[in-house]
């Protein structure tokens, strides 16, 4: 049952736990751990690093672990010299345990006999298929060897890479065993091929009895021939062989194993999918350096990287660059390194930190006295889809919608990786609303100037032109024609009017000012929650397509199962259903993430729709763990008082809402002192000169020519003009009562926003605090959700616990886990909106080291401690 495995599992834990206190009384034990690889590896060194560091912490006193230089061996892929240094270690007095890295060392350990020293094997891909472990409990058969297998991977693998395209030829490339011809033999499956054709130098099949079929018990075991074609139905064998008893063999669709020297994967001699599978092999050496005339004119569906470890990264780029000029799709499992190399599919990426974590527990137990053999094999792999989109539109090829679900998208050119503060910076800079304050800004600026220069000498022109009638004309003696021109100058000496004009355009300054601080907080303020949403989408995606990738797993799982005839198929169907289900979520968080992607290019006013790389910077649940928010995390009951007042009074002090209100009321009682200004006198000064360019007259004597020229001819003038205004109709009374109506109202809307703002501090502050406690645990409950599932896939594995059960253990990890990022988001999201009402969210943008930052949180921290002490 699945309570007895959970117990089981409490009970080894509890064993260690005791064992660990116990020894740690005497003195350390000292232990020196061989290594056998395969060969160089860049691989090798990471995994390695992550196990001495896990060792040296789950150790402590209890043992003295050594990697001796003497024990670490290399058979630099080559089998005679593996299976030397394996004998060699095997048998080496200062070995305790044995470490094999790679796949020809961990199964030349496996086979060994007898092999006294305990081994835990790293990097056999099917264990099962090469005949180390028993059949039906997955159990080694080698009491001291262990290693882990997901018994899904293949399946898996198998899944995605039918879902790209169908397979009709296949190219297998490494560089060590997987397909060198001193290989070992390798099994696969030949049901559901049409016809199977492998183009390898010296390529072998051996044909082994098979218990369920009863046409093969003629055969006897060991009978080895060269092959040109394999069915579902047949073998076709050279011309040589035709007497031999193998010309007529008949193959038992479904249930046939075959034996080959060269190693093809399960995962790939099962892409047929009832058709013809042509499979051809490329070993590239490095020495010799000729792998570009091997694969300069490669044609076929798909290539199969399955090792380049003895390639320098040059190397390798090299090869996924021929690859991509022959158009040929290249899948690799060696994770994001593949990827960066080009490769266009990569199925795993490894977490070497839980790596080193698992295989470090399995050394702790197996030096505690438990047999290697005794030790749970079945391990959950990471196996992420990470699709490189420049190899992709490199060679013209259309991913499907299916994987691009699961998938991580890579891209080596373009990213254009957005900080929150560079975002916002475009945001300002592109924005029409907020470019819209700045004009308005420049407006309210020109008005001061405009109405400043009512303080300065006003000089005018004019030329005129005049006829009179010529009786009248000359009845005055003035001019029947006249053209005049006259230069005037004015100057206000006294106009209280006008005094409260500019005060009033210079206040209108310092509200365009704050209207355009309130639309850049306001706009500061969507593009850090826009900014948010988007990482927020990625990540539920992230999760989900983490989520899509286990119910594939528990599909093959139970698929596994059901072909052991261990359990119905309705276990199949039932997981079927809830992937389809996993499915249409994705589709709605992806729905979810285009929408936050468009929300946020159109406030960054993007000309076109494009991928921007964030930053998760500060919302990182690293950060979170650490502290490094701008508000640090009170707890007590004083504390979070203490913080409710300084931030309430912050919010008063700073709030552009607040500043903009009480400007607003400024403007009004600066309107009441200009219409009381319209009852003072106002008093002007003013000159003029003026002369006569031209006239017709009547005919003057010589002393009425004089006179008319005094007159006429040119002159100037000057005059002092002091206006009382003494009655308008009642309406500058009128417009006082008005106004002073206006400031009463706005009084009482301050009042209301500083209670207001004050409300929302204070919500914003409570939604804040339950969101970390939320969030808290959350994060706490993730890690046992995920070891509840691996306990329960291992019990599911065994048949201990229904398929339902195993569904529920997973559902519940796919809810803790999204919850989690959705209360990371609604914690920094309320962070967001606290820091905006106190008018600080700069801090969160620019970053928390700044002079005022420090200063904030400085002051912060004494109220803290003053209302601590009260």
């Not at 030949?190 to 130098?201: A, D, H, N, V, Y």
């Not at 005339?293 to 290539?303: F, N, P, T, V």
């Not at 001819?713 to 002073?740: C, E, F, H, N």
């Not at 969030?775 to 070891?787: G, K, R, S, V, Y």
């Amino acid at each position: 049952m699945y309570r007895k495995a959970v117990v089981k599992k409490i009970i080894s834990l509890i064993f260690i736990l005791l064992w660990v206190p116990l020894l740690a009384l005497a003195a350390p034990k000292k232990i020196q751990i061989a290594v056998l690889a395969d060969g160089p590896n860049w691989e090798n060194e990471l995994i390695l690093k992550a196990l001495k560091n896990e060792l040296s912490i789950l150790t402590g006193a209890e043992f003295e672990i050594k990697f001796p230089a003497n024990l670490n061996m290399s058979g630099d892929y080559n089998l005679k010299q593996i299976k030397a240094s394996a004998k060699q270690l095997a048998n080496h007095s200062q070995a305790d345990l044995i470490i094999a890295l790679g796949h020809q060392s961990a199964l030349t350990l496996a086979k060994l006999e007898p092999l006294k020293k305990p081994v835990l094997a790293i990097g056999i891909l099917f264990p099962g298929e090469f005949g180390v472990l028993a059949a039906g409990n997955l159990r080694p058969l080698n009491p001291n060897w262990t290693t882990t297998y997901d018994p899904s991977i293949g399946s898996s693998i198998t899944f995605t890479a039918k879902k790209l395209l169908n397979l009709k030829k296949v190219a297998v490339i490494c560089t060590t065993f997987l397909c060198g011809s001193a290989s070992e033999e390798a099994v696969i499956r030949t049901e559901g091929i049409g016809k199977l054709t492998i183009k390898s130098p010296g390529a072998q099949v051996r044909a082994l009895p098979n218990r369920t079929s009863p046409v093969l018990k003629d055969v006897s075991d060991g009978l080895t021939l060269p092959i040109l074609e394999l069915t579902e139905q047949w073998v076709r064998v050279p011309q040589g062989w035709i007497q031999k008893k193998m010309v007529n063999l008949q193959l038992q669709q479904g249930v046939t194993k075959v034996r080959i020297a060269k190693n093809i994967p399960e995962i790939i001699s099962s892409q047929a999918a009832h058709g013809d599978l042509e499979v051809e092999f490329f070993h590239l050496s490095p020495e010799k350096q000729d792998y570009s005339r091997q694969l300069e004119k490669l044609e076929a569906d798909l290539a199969f990287v399955l090792d380049l470890a003895s390639l320098s990264e040059q190397q390798e780029t090299k090869v996924y660059d021929l690859l991509k000029q022959n158009k040929v799709p290249s899948l690799t499992f060696d994770g994001s390194h593949g990827i960066r190399m080009g490769a266009m599919l990569s199925l795993n990426e490894q977490d070497y930190q839980s790596m080193g974590r698992g295989f470090a527990l399995k050394i702790i137990s197996i030096l505690s006295g438990i047999k290697p053999n005794e030790l749970s094999i079945v391990d959950e792999w990471k196996i992420n889809l990470t699709f490189n989109i420049d190899t992709a539109r490199a060679i013209d090829f259309d991913i499907p919608v299916e994987l691009l679900y699961e998938a991580e998208w890579y891209t080596a050119g373009n990213q254009e990786l957005y900080t929150l503060e560079e975002a916002v910076t475009r945001a300002l800079k592109y924005n029409y609303s907020y470019q819209a304050t700045q004009f308005a800004l420049t407006g309210a600026e020109q008005q001061t100037r405009v109405v400043e220069s009512g303080y300065r000498p006003q000089i005018a022109s004019s030329l005129s032109y005049s006829q009179t009638n010529k009786t009248r004309a000359d009845v005055a003696s003035s001019p029947r024609q006249e053209t005049k021109v006259e230069v005037t100058l004015s100057q206000n000496l006294w106009d209280p009017e006008l005094d409260v004009k500019v005060n009033q355009a210079e206040l209108g300054v310092s509200v365009a000012e704050n209207q355009q601080i309130l639309e850049q907080v306001n706009l500061e303020e969507a593009v850090t929650l826009a900014y948010l949403n988007v990482l927020q989408s990625f990540e539920v995606i992230r999760a989900r397509k983490q989520h899509l990738q286990s119910f594939r797993k528990l599909r093959e799982i139970a698929q596994l199962r059901y072909n052991l005839q261990e359990t119905s198929k309705s276990d199949v169907l039932r997981v079927s259903i809830d992937y389809k289900n996993a499915l249409i979520q994705m589709t709605t968080a992806i729905e979810v993430l285009n929408q936050a992607k468009v929300n946020f290019n159109s406030l960054l006013q993007f000309p076109k729709a494009r991928e921007a790389f964030l930053d998760p910077g500060l919302f990182t649940e690293k950060a979170f763990q650490e502290n490094k928010n701008i508000l640090e995390q009170y707890k007590t009951v004083k504390q979070i008082e203490a913080l409710q007042i300084f931030l309430t009074q912050k919010t008063w002090e700073n709030a552009p809402e607040l500043t903009l209100s009480e400007q607003q009321l400024e403007q009004l009682l600066l309107e009441q002192q200009r219409i009381e200004s319209q009852f003072s006198p106002k008093f002007q000064a003013g000159a003029s000169v003026f002369r006569q360019l031209n006239s017709t007259h009547r005919d003057f004597t010589a002393a009425q020519e004089e006179a008319y020229d005094d007159i006429y001819q040119a002159g100037w003038g000057m005059k002092l003009t002091l206006s009382v205004p003494l009655y308008s109709g009642g309406s500058r009374y009128r417009q006082l009562d008005k106004i002073k109506s206006q400031i009463r109202e706005q009084t009482a809307y301050k009042e209301q926003l500083k209670s207001d703002l004050a409300r929302k501090s204070r919500l914003v502050q409570f939604k804040h605090f339950s969101n970390q406690g939320r969030l808290q645990t959350f994060l706490q409950m993730i890690d046992d959700a995920h070891e509840n599932l691996s306990l329960g896939e291992e019990s599911y594995i065994q048949g201990t616990i229904p398929i339902m059960d195993l569904l529920d253990l997973q559902g519940s990890v796919i809810l803790t886990e999204i919850n989690a990022i959705n209360s990371r988001y609604q914690y920094h999201e309320s962070l967001v909106q606290l820091l905006r009402t106190i008018g600080k969210l700069h801090f969160l943008i620019e970053g928390d080291d700044s002079p005022e930052s420090l200063e904030f949180r400085q002051e912060l921290r004494e109220q803290v401690m003053l209302h601590d002490e009260e």
